[in-house]
Nanobody
Framework: QVQLVESGGGLVLAGRSLRLSCEAS????????IGWFRQAPGKEREGVAC????????KYADSVKGRFTISKDNTKNTVYLQMNSLKPDDTAIYYC??????????????????WGKGTLVAVSS
């Protein structure tokens, strides 16, 4: 059974850092691309970062470029999102999602096969 479990969210002050984790089970990260998405109250879901199957290609939303870094550890079957210089606008529920077919990744959510349940990130000013 394909499953994704996010962790690492919380309440932080603006300017601080958090690292989110997404532990995968039921499939191998070596054969899938992974994305992090977020949804703030009253807003549409937004693709934040994604990493391709081989990890050779990463993509970021303009709003987080230079502040967020996505990575994955195939030995732990876990994907990470390092978030630095957090801003109040980063407040949202963060979801990881897996595309079990595509070699590359995208921030649109197209082709996603499985979603996690999300973890809340709240940034106060």
């Amino acid at each position: 059974q394909v499953q994704l479990v996010e962790s690492g969210g919380g309440l932080v002050l603006a300017g601080r850092s958090l690292r989110l984790s997404c532990e995968a089970s039921g499939f191998s990260l070596e054969r899938s691309s992974i994305g992090w998405f977020r949804q703030a109250p009253g807003k549409e879901r937004e693709g934040v970062a994604c990493i391709s199957r081989s990890a050779a290609n990463t993509k970021y939303a303009d709003s987080v470029k230079g502040r967020f870094t996505i990575s994955k550890d195939n030995t732990k079957n876990t994907v990470y999102l390092q978030m630095n210089s957090l801003k109040p606008d980063d407040t949202a529920i963060y979801y990881c999602a897996a595309d079990l077919v595509s070699v590359d990744c995208n921030l649109s959510g197209y082709g996603i096969d499985s979603w996690g349940k999300g973890t809340l990130v709240a940034v106060s000013s």
